[in-house]
């Protein structure tokens, strides 16, 4: 079974500063994967995804993400914050065998300084 | 296009009484809809796996007479929560798979459950 963790709960950064939010999965093959992000009581909104081809993928937003399949990574990146990116940031990872399920990480909570 | 709407966004309920939350694909059809749970400041967990005019495919541990799934049509699922407790109460989020076979999922606004 797939799992993802993303080893940072919390993380405050200073406006126009740049970020890195770091997503770790385990799967046995090459998984689907995600990033969304959540405003406060909203839905999920989808950033970015990568399913085989270029390993820096660009999103929504001026976010990019870069899959490294010898760290088992899919970090976040954006370089320069914005007070609107404030958010709450999941990765997930979808299984190629089994439809589109997908596992979420515990999620990040971004606070951005003025 | 691809949007999942949800229906109610809020409501609240006394314990006992059951609770039905709709998913509706308004722009296309899904023949697969996934119904994740998230309590507060926590990730989302799937609950279960809907598919269009079958039986829903419950994850361990979730009651599948406390939450009835029907995906009754390609553009509506429906949660209920049967005699709804206040440890149901929680973010309730649908998610439908991408008719043009991207991978993705389109999600819905949630719906929050607050059992009294």
């Known amino acids: 079974a797939q799992s993802v963790t993303q080893p940072d709960i919390h993380i405050t950064v200073s406006e126009g500063a740049s970020l890195e939010l770091r997503c770790n999965y385990s799967y046995g093959a090459t998984p689907y994967l995600f990033w969304y992000v959540q405003s406060p009581g909203q839905g999920l909104q989808l950033l970015l995804k990568?399913?085989?081809?270029?390993?820096l993928v660009q999103g929504i937003k001026g976010f990019e993400a870069e899959f490294k399949r010898s760290q088992s990574s899919f970090n976040l990146r954006k370089p320069s914050v914005h007070w609107s990116d404030a958010a709450e940031y999941f990765c997930?990872?979808?299984?190629?065998?089994?439809?589109?399920?997908?596992?979420f990480g515990g999620g990040t909570r971004l606070m951005v300084k003025p | 296009g691809a949007v999942v709407s949800q229906h109610p966004s809020w409501v609240i309920c006394k314990s006992g009484t059951s609770v039905k939350i709709e998913c509706r694909s308004l722009d296309f059809q899904a023949t697969t809809m996934f119904w994740y749970r998230q309590f507060p400041k926590q990730s989302l967990m799937l609950m279960a796996t809907s598919n269009e005019g079958s039986k829903a495919t419950y994850e361990q541990g979730v009651e599948k007479d406390k939450f009835l799934i029907n995906h009754a049509s390609l553009t509506l699922s429906t949660l209920t929560v049967t005699s709804a407790h206040p440890e149901d109460s929680s973010f309730y989020i649908c998610?439908?798979?991408?008719?043009?076979?991207?991978?993705?999922?389109?999600f819905g606004e949630g719906s929050r459950l607050t059992v009294l």
């Open positions: 997930a990872v979808g299984a190629r065998n089994a439809g589109n399920m997908l596992t």
């Open positions: 990568y399913f085989s081809g270029d390993t």
């Open positions: 998610s439908a798979d991408s008719p043009w076979a991207t991978g993705e999922l389109f």
